[in-house]
């Protein structure tokens, strides 16, 4: 899997598979997880009156065989939300896998095949496409940066710049493009930025308070700008540090002062062109809000076949 200058994937679509490349297939969400996210965007999409289009010209008892295929070589992901969305507007619509979450396709590889009650695929395809290409947009992203850099054993990670209410289904496909998370939400870390540090009167205090507030299995992970600031995180007794928007020189030296003593996160306009250069510098992890507040969506269609 190679990623070019503009971040998109070139792949072996016969045996590249994201998820093999990890260790196994990825483990989906809940079921419980997904069908409310979907069930209301198709509430929002339906509206008042139902698909106008589709019921007019589509007669009630119609059958279809459609197919998703790729516009564009990209990694899958999101393919629980689009089968919730043909099933939750009729359950006799069978959505056959071509190919799983987590895999590499090709332009023109088909996904799944759709097969059933023509009226209610029409009336869900949009809602399905959405979430498939959102998501397979965010997976593709990710494996790109994820192959970038590769060679140096570095792990990418996501942040909390998610749309809201699609956190959990944005952090999966990160998972299925072969990253991985940081924290879910405020309540499961604690990272002190400079606002804290401000609000505390310093690293060290803010570090304090923050010990003597949480349970033992709680982590602390605190954001510098400079290296006296990493010093004193360090002295503090950190267990990571969030290296922000430091240049690749001084990414060097602050992973020799750190030692292995703590986590240590490049984060800052981190790209698929800069990425290399940075994890070359040995930091344990890179995070890239733009896996899932920018990604481009991956090309995606419903092809009618009969």
Same mark, same amino acid.
């Given at each position: 899997?190679?990623?070019?200058?503009?971040?998109?994937?070139?792949?072996?679509?016969?045996?590249?598979?994201?998820?093999?490349?990890?260790?196994?297939?990825?483990?989906?969400?809940?079921?419980?997880?997904?069908?409310?996210?979907?069930?209301?965007?198709?509430?929002?999409?339906?509206?008042?009156?139902?698909?106008?289009?589709?019921?007019?010209?589509?007669?009630?008892?119609?059958?279809?065989?459609?197919?998703?295929?790729?516009?564009?070589?990209?990694?899958?992901?999101?393919?629980?939300?689009?089968?919730?969305?043909?099933?939750?507007?009729?359950?006799?619509?069978?959505?056959?896998?071509?190919?799983?979450?987590?895999?590499?396709?090709?332009?023109? @590889?088909?996904? #799944?095949? /759709?097969? =059933?009650? !023509?009226?209610?695929?029409? +009336?869900?395809?949009? $809602?399905?496409?959405?979430?498939?290409?959102?998501?397979?947009?965010?997976?593709?992203?990710?494996?790109?940066?994820?192959?970038?850099?590769?060679?140096?054993?570095?792990?990418?990670?996501?942040?909390?710049?998610?749309?809201?209410?699609?956190?959990?289904?944005?952090?999966?496909?990160?998972?299925?493009?072969?990253?991985?998370?940081?924290?879910?939400?405020?309540?499961?870390?604690?990272?002190?930025?400079?606002?804290?540090?401000?609000?505390?009167?310093?690293?060290?205090?803010?570090?304090?308070?923050?010990?003597?507030?949480?349970?033992?299995?709680?982590?602390?992970?605190?954001?510098?700008?400079?290296?006296?600031?990493?010093?004193?995180?360090?002295?503090?007794?950190?267990?990571?540090?969030?290296?922000?928007?430091?240049?690749?020189?001084?990414?060097? @030296?602050?992973? #020799?002062? /750190?030692? =292995?003593? !703590?986590?240590?996160?490049? +984060?800052?306009?981190? $790209?698929?062109?800069?990425?290399?250069?940075?994890?070359?510098?040995?930091?344990?992890?890179?995070?890239?809000?733009?896996?899932?507040?920018?990604?481009?969506?991956?090309?995606?269609?419903?092809?009618?076949?009969?």
């Amino acid at each position: 899997m190679i990623a070019n200058a503009r971040g998109e994937i070139a792949m072996d679509v016969q045996s590249d598979s994201v998820a093999e490349d990890r260790g196994g297939a990825i483990t989906p969400l809940p079921a419980f997880l997904v069908e409310p996210i979907v069930r209301a965007a198709l509430a929002e999409d339906l509206g008042r009156a139902g698909d106008l289009t589709s019921n007019a010209i589509v007669p009630a008892g119609a059958h279809a065989e459609t197919a998703l295929v790729a516009r564009q070589p990209g990694v899958i992901a999101g393919l629980d939300f689009a089968t919730t969305a043909f099933l939750l507007l009729d359950p006799a619509i069978a959505l056959t896998r071509a190919r799983n979450d987590g895999d590499a396709v090709g332009a023109g @590889a088909v996904i #799944a095949r /759709v097969s =059933g009650p !023509a009226r209610a695929m029409l +009336s869900a395809e949009r $809602t399905a496409l959405n979430f498939l290409c959102h998501l397979s947009g965010i997976a593709t992203a990710t494996a790109a940066v994820v192959a970038a850099v590769q060679p140096f054993g570095t792990r990418v990670t996501d942040t909390r710049k998610t749309i809201p209410g699609l956190r959990a289904a944005q952090k999966y496909a990160v998972r299925a493009g072969g990253g991985s998370n940081h924290r879910f939400g405020l309540d499961d870390a604690v990272l002190i930025k400079d606002n804290h540090v401000a609000a505390a009167g310093g690293i060290r205090e803010a570090i304090a308070r923050a010990r003597g507030a949480i349970g033992h299995l709680v982590r602390i992970e605190v954001e510098v700008d400079t290296l006296s600031q990493l010093e004193e995180a360090l002295a503090a007794g950190t267990d990571a540090v969030l290296l922000d928007n430091m240049a690749p020189t001084t990414l060097r @030296a602050a992973v #020799a002062m /750190v030692g =292995g003593r !703590a986590i240590t996160e490049a +984060s800052g306009r981190i $790209t698929p062109e800069t990425a290399p250069e940075i994890a070359a510098t040995g930091v344990d992890l890179i995070s890239l809000g733009w896996l899932t507040h920018s990604s481009r969506a991956l090309d995606i269609g419903l092809d009618y076949l009969a």
